[in-house]
């Protein structure tokens, strides 16, 4: 069995899956386009603020080196070695001028191992503090350091005591011909740095600066005299941060920096507060811009400024998926109704191949031109082939359908005839009208019609009262004469009941008189190529039509009468039972039109069907 589509649901696939392909993949373009943008915006706030902490910090590095690399190339043009007391001081307040508030420059000598501290203080003042020779071991230990130092470096944090607070320094080592004459450093505090975090910090973002990964450099909430702060204790330990999130920083839960299109340079962490819920707290190594100062930049942030711009592409590709559901049910909507009038016109053909047209129902029209030209033609189609099977036999336009031919060749058949005549039509109908007259006439055939079709008889014409009947064709039959026979009788007690009721109306009964007789035919179309009729000829319908006028002079006063040949009688000798008629020879009998006598039997119904 080929294989075979239902067009629903074919439809409603092939629809749908255009809609869900291209608004599948409109989707995935867009979201995905969509998702790496908004993904970036969050992470575009972070780095803007974090590179705004970057680029405010390296000014004032920046500061620091210039102030550094200026004291220090002063200090080696000098013609004589450098007076602390004068050429220091000078040089150390020119520098002072243009740096920021709380730096510190300091130039120490090698040759005598001394050194001169100059500080700029809060409110504009200035503090000068000489340190002699073998003062401080430290001096010493930081000349021999930078005797070594290839070019300038940065000093660990220390806390001064003096200020109370934590510097951040930068030394340029200073030569003249190679020869090594001492250092020139440049301080600022730490609690310039945690201004700038405080400047840039806002509800939405908080950084901060770390120096190595353990130590608090620079915080908003950083206290710079905070009283834990000592020489042995340079800086805030990161476990005791004032932000609660970033002193567990060491048991959050890591995140991938790429979710939120963050560079792989990123540490990125997780974490909740009792108090403002989740927060992300993200981290960038910048000690490669800073001249190697193991700096690393932070921020704080909470959750909803990365995940919100996320959260409301999703709630968009949610919508957008519940307008693709929408547009998918649509499209089995709409091919449900394309397909509704195609499979009632599909029904309809089954039922016409039966002819079962009764009950048809027309199709209904459509805004849709072709399948309002598909109903329009449909129901002309049909209405055309109601009439057609009114005027041809039902089994003919049944075996055409099966065969698919539109003609019947001429063929010989063995075929049974039947025919049915009233008697007295004319005295019957004295006295009606035209009306009453085709009233009768339709009534007493449909009667005889509806019992030839019964018993699968094709009725060739009607004449006027009289019926022309046959069996064997266009269907075969085993045997013709038995079915047409058993019709014969039907009709007998069809007519018996139809005069049982019109004796009721006070009216006469009708009496009919029937031949019958089995036979060797022609049948199939038979006429003009223009104008045929599918009909039998032969001798079988002229020995039938006698036999049926020969039944006027059997019984004059019988209800029915219907004679049949000895072919017919042999036919139904194998019946028995109660469905075996009655059979009564009348001998033979002269037929008008053949000189050879034929053969007579009655067949009567039995006396208790009677």
């Known amino acids: 069995m080929p294989f075979t589509l239902r067009l629903t649901p074919t439809l409603a696939t092939v629809i749908g899956t255009f809609v869900f392909l291209t608004t599948a993949s409109v989707l995935y373009v867009e979201g995905t386009a969509s998702r790496r943008i908004v993904a970036g915006l969050g992470s575009r706030l972070v780095d803007l603020g974090m590179d705004a902490y970057e680029q405010r910090f390296s000014s004032k590095i920046n500061i620091l080196r210039n102030q550094a690399g200026f004291i220090a190339a002063a200090f080696a043009r000098g013609a004589s070695p450098i007076t602390l007391d004068e050429d220091v001081a000078r040089l150390a307040f020119g520098g002072l001028a243009a740096a920021p508030e709380g730096t510190r420059i300091t130039v120490a000598r090698a040759a005598q191992g001394d050194a001169l501290e100059i500080s700029q203080m809060t409110g504009g003042g200035m503090m000068l503090r000489r340190f002699p020779q073998d003062a401080s071991t430290e001096l010493a230990a930081r000349l021999t350091q930078a005797e070594a130092a290839a070019g300038p470096f940065w000093l660990p944090p220390d806390y001064d005591v003096l200020r109370r607070e934590t510097l951040l320094s930068y030394v340029a080592p200073v030569r003249r011909e190679g020869v090594y004459l001492g250092?020139?450093?440049?301080?600022?505090?730490?609690?310039?740095?945690?201004?700038?975090?405080?400047?840039?910090?806002?509800?939405?973002?908080?950084?901060?600066?770390?120096?190595?990964?353990?130590?608090?450099l620079a915080h908003p909430d950083l206290n710079p005299k905070d009283a834990t702060l000592s020489e042995k204790n340079d800086l805030v330990d990161i476990g005791k941060a004032p932000d609660p999130l970033l002193a567990r920083l060491a048991s959050l839960t890591p995140v991938d920096?790429?979710?939120?299109?963050?560079?792989?340079?990123?540490?990125?962490?997780?974490?909740?507060?009792?108090?403002?819920?989740?927060?992300?707290?993200?981290?960038?190594?910048?000690?490669?811009?800073f001249g190697e100062l193991p700096v690393i930049t932070g921020a704080i942030m909470p959750a909803s400024v990365l995940e919100q711009p996320l959260e409301e592409l999703y709630i968009s590709i949610l919508i957008a998926l519940s307008i693709l559901v929408a547009a998918l049910a649509g499209s089995a909507a709409m091919a449900y109704r394309i397909a509704q009038p195609i499979r009632r016109a599909a029904a309809g053909a089954r039922a016409i191949a039966r002819l079962d047209i009764a009950g048809l129902k027309p199709l209904p029209s459509s805004r849709i031109e072709e399948l309002k030209d598909l109903a329009s033609g449909f129901n002309a189609m049909t209405t055309a082939l109601a009439a057609f099977v009114r005027y041809v036999p039902r089994s003919l336009v049944l075996k055409l359908l099966r065969e698919g031919s539109g003609s019947a060749a001429p063929q010989e058949r063995q075929v049974a005839v039947l025919f049915t005549d009233v008697v007295g039509f004319t005295s019957i109908c004295e006295g009606m009208d035209a009306r009453a007259t085709a009233d009768f006439v339709n009534h007493h055939l449909t009667l005889i019609g509806s019992v030839v079709e019964r018993h699968g008889g094709t009725i060739d014409k009607y004449i006027g009262d009289s019926v022309m009947a046959f069996w064997g064709a266009p269907d075969h039959m085993d045997n013709p004469a038995s079915s047409a026979a058993a019709a014969a009788l039907d009709i007998e007690r069809a007519l018996k009941a139809d005069n049982a009721l019109r004796r009721e109306k006070g009216l006469e009964p009708v009496r009919i008189r029937a031949g019958l007789h089995v036979g060797p035919l022609i049948v199939g179309d038979i006429g003009a190529p223009g104008r045929v009729n599918y009909t039998v000829i032969g001798d079988t319908v002229n020995i039938a039509a006698r036999l049926e006028s020969l039944g006027h002079a059997v019984d004059p006063g019988a209800e029915a009468v219907i004679l049949a040949s000895a072919d017919v009688a042999s036919a139904l000798a194998a019946q028995t039972g109660a469905s075996r008629p009655v059979i009564t020879p009348l001998g033979e009998q002269t037929v008008k039109g053949k000189s050879q006598p034929v053969t007579v039997v009655r067949l009567s119904l039995p006396d208790d069907q009677g």
């Open 183 to 216: 250092y020139a450093a440049v301080s600022i505090p730490s609690s310039g740095l945690s201004q700038i975090a405080r400047d840039l910090s806002d509800s939405q973002l908080e950084v901060f600066l770390l120096y190595g990964e353990k130590e608090l």
């Open 257 to 289: 920096p790429r979710r939120f299109d963050l560079g792989e340079a990123h540490a990125m962490f997780e974490g909740e507060t009792e108090e403002h819920g989740r927060y992300y707290v993200v981290l960038e190594r910048t000690a490669a811009k």
